[in-house]
């Protein structure tokens, strides 16, 4: 069972990781060790998208934001900067049904690719926002 996690706890954690490695170019062995301890399970697989940059920060003209992951099955999924929802089969029954995640593999990946400065940026216009925005799960 993972640590009892609060948005605010998990903020500050990706907060400090993303000092760290703008400091150090990596993540040390305290950093990784204090998000395995509040993240356990999906923490690997997160680390794993975030080093093949498969984080998109997409942006559109009248400000509005979404993350697209492509998860390790090649599956698109578009979560809002600020929630920590994700339309993936794994958040929907370990985060929601079990409760025994605070969040999914691809969220925590948006978090950490965020904060360390290492998604890819994409800029498209209000109309095909809306399409993205749409198609959400």
Do not use: W
């Not at 060790?33 to 993240?39: E, Q």
């Not at 090649?74 to 985060?95: E, I, M, Q």
């Amino acid at each position: 069972m993972e640590a009892d996690v609060t948005p605010d706890i998990a903020h500050q954690l990706f907060e400090e990781a993303g000092n760290v490695y703008r400091e150090r170019g990596c993540l040390t062995d305290e950093i990784l060790s204090a998000l395995n301890f509040v993240f356990q399970t999906p923490l690997l697989q997160a680390l794993d998208l975030v080093d093949q940059r498969n984080i998109t920060h997409v942006t559109s003209p009248s400000g509005r934001t979404v993350y697209q992951v492509i998860g390790s099955s090649g599956t698109p999924y578009t979560c809002f900067p600020r929630g920590y929802f994700c339309g993936c089969p794994a958040f929907k029954f370990s985060v929601l049904q079990r409760g025994d995640s605070f969040l999914c593999k691809h969220v925590l990946a948006i978090r950490l690719s965020a904060a360390m400065g290492l998604c890819k940026e994409y800029q498209v216009s209000d109309g095909e926002m809306a399409n993205i925005i749409r198609q959400m799960d």
